[in-house]
């Protein structure tokens, strides 16, 4: 516009309204065209940038009523190139308007914004990663690290360090917390051997103040074993099992690592920490509901136990020395050291959290009461002997007892959860994939109508019809994901809210492994089931493609049957 | 005719505007200072006026070198009865009253 325009006032006028012109919705442009013309006859700059101002609050008016004239108009409609060429086959835009598939696309959201979507969602991610921590998981920990810092939250700290899943940053908050309360100086010997590549050289400052605030504690001198470690003894062990090898080189392992065995072996107490653990988990899980379960539960599962392996090497070498001190005639000397190995055994297997801490102290126990067996048959004490052997053969009752309800617990649990755990799947599965065809379908009919996208065959077809029917499956398919879900989130519940007996804690465990194996996409990493879905699929395509060429075919025009005698008739003209 | 319209004052008194040269055609400034009207209040109503049909508009045939075309406005033949009809009852109930100098 070359309007003359003296002042700057009437220059700011123009110049803005020239503006909102050019971005005045096309259907109503003309008005703002209207008002802007009329700035020329305006010389009073007051009255200019007054009328401008009217313009503008037209032209927000004009937008305002575009969206909602926009919004009320199936998705690809609005757009002046959208507008299809008539004929075309199948459909051309959705039924519903875009207020509508919104709508039902902002309730399904509100759904993943309940405090059990959030939380479906989060222990089904986590499941697809095999409980494996997430960068965002290590984004959570960090921030409640850092409000620990500012609380100055031990326990808060505490429970960082036990679910940090790397080694180095892990160690940084167990100091932190620590500091803070050295009474939790237990979380070190806990967090030991789920962050695996834990750096055992820095072990002796901490192991020093373990063994003076627990100092009966066998478990910790365990820990402290291990940590000296004893390499030769693992690798002689893990190839040829308890044979003299291993007892050989556990005779000549290093003192540091016997005296912390024998420690061990002689404490008056077992305390494995998995009370304490677990309850610093449940507060900590209940402080964010949204925490993945894998953090919490698997922290839980591979936390420190006794190393099988060495302990077993020890219990051979006590049981061989007990033996040549009985052959001596040191029968007493014998007896305390296969008591002391007895006792150790049986205390592991009553405090022992998990099936396989108590098989270790099982299998402790067995190898003392053999031991004494040994003993005492050798000193022709058979009636001591008798009495050990009916020990024994109680012990094989009761081991065989705990293995067969333990199964029968387990089985049933999986039994009775699997179905369950496919549904949780194969919903949250089906809300993943409609969520991405909606979105693509939306796109490709908004993008495609601004861009000129004015084929109208079937995958303009197939867009309508997933921009309709998509946004209902969807909320379906979200709601039946949250309502499957729902058991596991009242387990989840039940254990931050009380504390939960070590059994259902390990019921927990199990749901989630079955969560993480009813995952259909895991099996979808076998090359033999890709090539099953590979030709279910491409069968699939071929049988659409031939019943598509069927139903299409032109009709075959009808023929006229006629009589032999018409027909000689019609031949004969 | 087409939508129904409020007749609020300031549509009765853009309407009173429109009558005082019924044939001849209006433009949107000389309207805004007959009326009284603002901008942002005046083509609304001129908007509505056309959408429920009883207003037409124009744009200038040739306008001033340098100057973007004009649009022009004036009621239809039908309009103007609608109008007269809808001020006098407007009167009637002294909901409104014209301008000063008018009846």
């Not at chain 1, 959208?82 to 759904?111: D, I």
């Not at chain 1, 499957?484 to 989840?492: D, E, G, L």
Request: proline share 5%.
């Amino acid at each position: 516009m070359t309007v003359p325009q003296s002042s700057l006032l009437s220059r700011v006028a123009l110049t803005s309204m020239d503006l909102v012109v050019r971005l005045w919705p096309e259907s109503s442009r003309r008005w703002g065209q209207a008002v802007l013309a009329e700035m020329g006859e305006i010389s009073e700059p007051r009255a200019a940038l007054s009328w401008a101002a009217g313009g503008i609050l037209l032209f927000i008016r004009a937008v305002v009523e575009h969206i909602f004239e926009w919004i009320s108009l199936p998705a690809g409609k609005g757009f002046p190139n959208a507008a299809l060429p008539a004929g075309g086959s199948g459909r051309q835009f959705p039924k519903h308007s875009r207020l509508a598939t919104a709508a039902v696309l902002l309730a399904t959201a509100v759904l993943f914004f309940l405090p059990i979507g959030r939380e479906a969602t989060v222990t089904v991610k986590a499941s697809w990663r095999g409980y494996v921590a997430s960068d965002s998981d290590r984004r959570n920990l960090e921030k409640r690290a850092a409000q620990a810092e500012k609380e100055k939250d031990a326990r808060e700290f505490a429970f960082v360090a036990l679910s940090y899943p790397d080694p180095g940053r892990a160690a940084q908050f167990a100091d932190r917390a620590v500091a803070l309360d050295p009474e939790l100086v237990w979380i070190y010997a806990c967090r030991s051997r789920y962050q695996g590549g834990e750096d055992w050289t820095n072990s002796a400052g901490w192991l020093k103040r373990l063994k003076a605030s627990d100092p009966d504690n066998a478990f910790v001198y365990l820990v402290s074993a291990y940590a000296a470690g004893e390499p030769g003894i693992e690798k002689i062990e893990t190839k040829h099992g308890g044979t003299g090898q291993a007892i050989g080189a556990a005779e000549t392992a290093d003192g540091e690592w016997a005296a912390e065995m024998d420690r061990a072996f002689r404490a008056p107490n077992y305390d494995n920490y998995f009370e304490r653990h677990k309850e610093l988990a449940r507060e900590g899980w209940k402080k964010t509901t949204g925490l993945s379960p894998g953090l919490v539960a698997i922290g839980l599962w591979s936390r420190t136990m006794p190393d099988p392996v060495q302990i077993r090497a020890h219990a051979d070498l006590r049981v061989s020395q007990a033996l040549r001190e009985g052959a001596a005639g040191n029968v007493k000397e014998a007896e305390t050291s296969l008591g002391e190995l007895t006792r150790l055994g049986k205390r592991i297997t009553a405090v022992g959290a998990t099936p396989f801490e108590q098989a270790i102290g099982l299998g402790l126990t067995r190898r003392g009461l053999e031991g004494f067996e040994k003993l005492y048959l050798t000193n022709g004490q058979t009636n001591e002997a008798s009495e050990i052997e009916a020990q024994l053969q109680a012990m094989e009752t009761d081991t065989n007892e705990r293995a067969h309800s333990y199964l029968g617990w387990r089985s049933q649990i999986v039994s009775g959860f699997r179905w369950r755990a496919v549904a949780v799947q194969a919903s949250a599965i089906s809300s993943l994939m409609l969520a991405v065809a909606i979105a693509l379908s939306l796109l490709a009919l908004e993008a495609g109508a601004a861009s000129g996208w004015r084929r109208s065959g079937v995958g303009r077809s197939i867009a309508c019809r997933v921009a309709d029917y998509g946004p209902v499956l969807f909320l379906a398919a979200s709601a039946v994901f949250l309502w499957s879900f729902q058991p596991i989130a009242k387990i989840f519940e039940q254990y931050r809210s009380a504390g939960q007996s070590n059994t259902e804690t390990m019921g927990l465990f199990w749901q989630l492994f079955v969560l993480g194996d009813a995952n259909p996409l895991l099996y979808f990493y076998k090359p033999y089931h890709q090539w099953l879905v590979g030709t279910i699929v491409l069968t699939a395509i071929a049988l659409i493609v031939l019943l598509r060429g069927l139903t299409r075919q032109k009709p075959v025009p009808k023929i006229q049957w006629k009589s032999g005698r018409r027909r000689r008739r019609a031949e004969a003209n | 005719m087409g939508i129904r319209l409020r007749l609020s004052k300031q549509t009765l008194a853009l309407l009173d505007a429109l009558l005082v040269h019924p044939t001849q055609w209006h433009h949107g400034y000389a309207l805004s200072q007959h009326t009284g009207l603002a901008s942002g209040t005046l083509y609304p109503i001129l908007m509505r006026l056309e959408k429920s049909g009883w207003l037409e508009t124009r744009w200038e045939e040739a306008p001033v070198p340098g100057r973007p075309p004009r649009h022009f406005y004036r009621l239809k033949r039908e309009g103007r009865e609608w109008a007269r009809e809808e001020l006098g009852a407007a009167q009637e109930t002294k909901f409104w009253k014209p301008a000063q100098g008018r009846v």
